[in-house]
T-cell receptor
Framework: DAGITQSPRHKVTETGTPVTLRCHQTENHRYMYWYRQDPGHGLRLIHY???????DKGEVSDGYSVSRSKTEDFLLTLESATSSQTSVYFC???????????FGQGTRLTVV | SQQGEEDPQALSIQEGENATMNCSYK?????LQWYRQNSGRGLVHLILIRSNEREKHSGRLRVTLDTSKKSSSLLITASRAADTASYFCATVVNAGNMLTFGGGTRLMVKP
């Protein structure tokens, strides 16, 4: 299995609080992605990174920010969590343009 | 809206039958990939087809790509109950940096 770890795996937080999810890889892959998965919407891209300090917005980036200060870590921050951000969050890594992605096990976030 | 859209959204077949899922996308792609997700788990890569390829096989999987129609299909032959899962297509766009997924097809294979 590809070395990719998400933490935490489960989190319950209150509306208005900041939350940071971490994705850690041991593969030295260039690309890292954050997705959210909700019933009826499949996987939607939040933010992605194509190198250290190189990040860009995805389809549903409002309310989220990311940082990648080193190759192995990609952090997703919800500045002020809202109930609409209750979801399952997946991180993925990819080595090159013409290769497949490997996914983490997901983080189930509940905002109450 | 999402780059890729799968059709049908749900499919129920008997074991031994073939299952076909389709994916349509909107913009030019570098490559297209199919993934499988078992309930509650992360996605697992099945097959990748490049924009200059038209067909690819892997075991019981057959993928086709028609760039003129911006569509792809995934065929699973001789399905098994263990193939029950959700299947997603993903496209690589934006100079290869973005990887975007469709809504998925939920496949149920009845024993």
């Amino acid at each position: 299995d590809a070395g990719i770890t998400q933490s935490p795996r489960h989190k319950v937080t209150e509306t208005g609080t900041p939350v940071t999810l971490r994705c850690h890889q041991t593969e030295n892959h260039r690309y890292m992605y954050w997705y959210r998965q909700d019933p009826g919407h499949g996987l939607r891209l939040i933010h992605y990174s194509y190198g250290v300090k190189d990040t860009d917005k995805g389809e549903v980036s409002d309310g989220y920010s990311v940082s990648r200060s080193k190759t192995e870590d990609f952090l997703l921050t919800l500045e002020s969590a809202t109930s609409s951000q209750t979801s399952v969050y997946f991180c993925a890594i990819r080595a090159r343009v013409d290769t497949e992605a490997f996914f983490g096990q997901g983080t189930r976030l509940t905002v109450v | 809206s999402q780059q890729g859209e799968e059709d049908p959204q749900a499919l129920s077949i008997q074991e031994g039958e073939n299952a076909t899922m389709n994916c349509s996308y909107k913009t030019s792609i570098n490559n297209l990939q199919w993934y499988r997700q078992n309930s509650g788990r992360g996605l697992v890569h099945l097959i990748l087809i490049r924009s200059n390829e038209r067909e690819k096989h892997s075991g019981r999987l057959r993928v086709t790509l028609d760039t003129s129609k911006k569509s792809s299909s995934l065929l699973i032959t001789a399905s098994r109950a263990a193939d029950t899962a959700s299947y997603f297509c993903a496209t690589v766009v934006n100079a290869g940096n973005m990887l975007t997924f469709g809504g998925g097809t939920r496949l149920m294979v009845k024993p």
